[in-house]
């Protein structure tokens, strides 16, 4: 026993999971094992310094239940044969053997495979903390995994919801797109205008940038003329600014001489009626250019209402173009709207596919479960009828208890009877006893007073002898 206590010992210190302190253990399972008045009454005191075995195999029932299903009642409803003597010691016997034999299935998945029944019956305290501490490693591990699989259910149905309303929402843009796209027939000859009006007014006005452009030509040519005359006033002006200079200079270096004088003042003259003719031929190009000008002005007039015309023309086709655009921005998003609407199809369709799988595994267990219920209904049948005969043979055993109870109470009455009847004789006799001591006694006196007096005769005797 000492050496596989050690074996136990060495196994266990090769734990897998982190060994709890007793306060932590006892706290884990009054809040997530226990119940009501159970985890209540559940203490450190029941697993240290000396574990209580019921308490242990209570706690161990209940971990059954809460995994299992398994309530505690249906520990005690063990199968027996009828010819079974003393039924009751394996029906007090049948629970712990019962919760051993889960408790064995279910540890190696805890990573605790060596469970015996000194476990249940005598439990150690470092075994038992070992053990428990398994169980709550495991019950962490059965917690996040129902959290995760919760969280997985949650998000696969908020999918759901959302391919729904994606659905929802890919059928409307259809429907607008529809409605947009097709003109209804009371404004398809409306239609036909406009664009027909359209089309005119874009040859209209494609015609009209191919006039403006040639009178913007034309203007420009005429503002580069403009701009070569007025350089050259300036020039002329700069020239006759300098010929006054020269003038005055002249002067004072005329010499009185008159034929020169005269021949200064014909070119003067000549040089003023070469000014005024070049100062005509400009004003008449100046007003030329006016004209010119206000032809320009007028243009630009005409042109500007083109123009806003043009802007209104370009604002409607703006509006058109954000039209399409908005029907393209719309077949783009129904087109990814679609994509995912594929994607999300296809994983609806795997999501089905493993929905099937599970509804045609949860089907063959549900058949499974159900083949077990009706073995357990009819195991439960049999045991109800062994029960019936069980209780039967206890009711015939109870009366012939009854009886023997019966004879055994009138034995001890007998008993009683003779046993005064012995007492009252011992006492009779030991009052005949007490009575022949005293006659002893006494006769033993008068002998002793007899065996006196004859010695006194004796004695008499010799001495008269």
Avoid: W
Avoid at 55 to 71: D, E, N, P, W
Avoid at 424 to 443: H, M, S
Wanted: charged fraction near 30%; aromatic fraction near 6%; include cysteine.
């Amino acid at each position: 026993m000492a050496a596989r206590q050690c074996e136990k010992d060495a196994d266990m210190s090769e734990n897998t999971f982190p060994v709890y302190k007793v306060d932590v253990i006892v706290q884990f399972y009054r809040t997530e094992v226990l119940t009501g008045q159970e985890s209540k009454h559940f203490t450190k005191n029941d697993l240290t310094p000396t574990p209580k075995p019921e308490s242990v195999q209570r706690l161990y029932m209940r971990i059954l239940q809460l995994l299992f299903r398994f309530r505690p009642e249906c520990h005690y409803t063990v199968p027996l044969s009828e010819n079974i003597q003393y039924p009751m010691l394996y029906e007090s016997f049948a629970p712990i053997m019962s919760v051993y034999m889960r408790m064995c299935q279910f540890l190696p998945v805890c990573r605790v495979y060596d469970f015996s029944l000194s476990d249940l019956l005598n439990p150690k305290t470092k075994r038992t903390i070992t053990i428990l501490s398994a169980i709550q490693n495991f019950l962490h591990f059965r917690k996040q995994r129902l959290e995760i699989t919760a969280a997985h259910q949650q998000s696969f149905r908020a999918d759901m919801d959302r391919l729904q309303a994606y659905t929802r929402e890919i059928k409307e843009a259809e429907k607008k797109i529809e409605k947009l796209t097709t003109i209804p027939p009371e404004q398809q000859a409306e239609a036909k205008e406009l664009a027909s009006a359209l089309a005119e007014l874009s040859t209209n006005t494609q015609h009209e940038y191919q006039d403006v452009s040639a009178i913007n030509e034309k203007v420009a040519q005429f503002k580069t003329e403009i701009a070569e005359l007025s350089q050259k006033l300036t020039q002329r002006k700069v020239e006759v600014a300098t010929l006054k200079d020269e003038i005055s200079k002249l002067k004072s270096q005329i010499v009185e001489s008159p034929e020169e004088l005269k021949n200064e003042m014909e070119r003067m003259r000549e040089t003023a009626k070469n000014i005024k003719m070049s100062k005509e031929l400009a004003d008449e190009r100046l007003v030329e250019l006016q004209m010119l000008v206000q032809c320009a002005s007028q243009v630009e007039a005409e042109i500007q209402i083109l123009l806003k015309q043009l802007q209104d023309l370009q604002s409607s086709m703006s509006k058109t173009k954000q039209r399409k655009e908005e029907v393209q921005s719309l077949e783009v998003m129904n087109e990814s709207l679609q994509k995912e609407l594929k994607s999300l199809s296809s994983e609806e369709a795997q999501l089905k596919r493993a929905l099937t799988m599970k509804l045609d595994k949860e089907s063959k267990q549900q058949i499974r479960r159900q083949k077990k219920k009706e073995v357990k209904d009819q195991q439960v049948k049999n045991i109800y009828g062994q029960y019936d005969k069980m209780h039967q043979k206890r009711q015939e055993i109870v009366k012939k208890i009854e009886e023997c109870n019966r004879e055994t109470k009138q034995f001890k009455e007998k008993m009683q009877a003779l046993r005064e009847n012995c007492n009252q004789r011992t006492q009779k006799a030991q009052e005949i006893y007490e009575r022949l001591l005293t006659t002893l006694e006494q006769y033993h006196k008068r002998i002793e007073k007899i065996l006196v007096e004859t010695n006194a005769d004796a004695l008499k005797m010799k001495s008269h002898f």
